[in-house]
């Protein structure tokens, strides 16, 4: 059974940090791109960064180049996402997802988390 989780998530102030952090297990790990997504309340979720499975190759949302940068550590079955230069716009909860040999379509048939909720007081 796959499992995809998500960790890190805090009330942080802005221009404050926070790393997030993502394990899947079930699966295997380096076939699958990875992603986080996040949803803020009234909004459609939004894809945040993306990685190919073998972590040569990433892609941000604009709003965030500069400041998050995504990477995986494939020998732990974990993506992580550090987030620096935090504002209040990127309030909101975070999602995880795997996706076997592609990534960032955010298609409802990858492997999701259940979120973290990550929070910005400005």
């Known amino acids: 059974q796959v499992q995809v989780v998500e960790s890190g998530g805090d009330l942080v102030q802005a221009g404050g940090s926070l790393r997030l952090s993502c394990t899947a297990s079930?699966?295997?790990?380096?076939?699958?791109?990875m992603g986080w997504f996040r949803q803020a309340p009234g909004k459609e979720r939004e894809m945040v960064a993306c990685?190919?499975?073998?972590?040569?190759?990433?892609d941000y949302a604009d709003s965030v180049k500069g400041r998050f940068t995504i990477s995986r550590d494939n020998a732990k079955n974990t993506v992580y996402l550090q987030m620096n230069s935090l504002k209040s716009e990127d309030t909101a909860m975070y999602y995880c997802a795997a996706e076997r040999w592609t990534y960032c379509t955010g298609s409802d048939d990858s492997y999701w988390g259940r979120g973290t909720q990550v929070t910005v007081s400005s």
């Open positions: 079930g699966l295997i790990f380096d076939e699958h791109g």
């Open positions: 990685i190919v499975y073998s972590g040569h190759s990433s």
